[in-house]
């Protein structure tokens, strides 16, 4: 699936702490942003089921 690009306006506070969260998680801020936004969604049941 192709990639998207968007700006994103986030305080200094959130950035850091998601730059933390991401080190910690050996992902680049953009990876931990994907596996939080993906996470929510399935845990929200918003993200429709590959089919096999």
């Known amino acids: 699936m192709p990639k998207k690009k968007f700006a994103l306006r986030i305080d200094e506070e959130t950035m850091k702490l998601v730059e933390k969260w991401a080190a910690d998680e050996f992902r680049s801020v953009n990876?931990?942003?994907?596996?939080?936004?993906?996470?929510?969604?399935?845990?929200e049941g918003r993200l429709k089921k590959k089919e096999k």
């Open 31 to 43: 990876g931990q942003l994907e596996w939080m936004i993906s996470k929510m969604l399935k845990q």
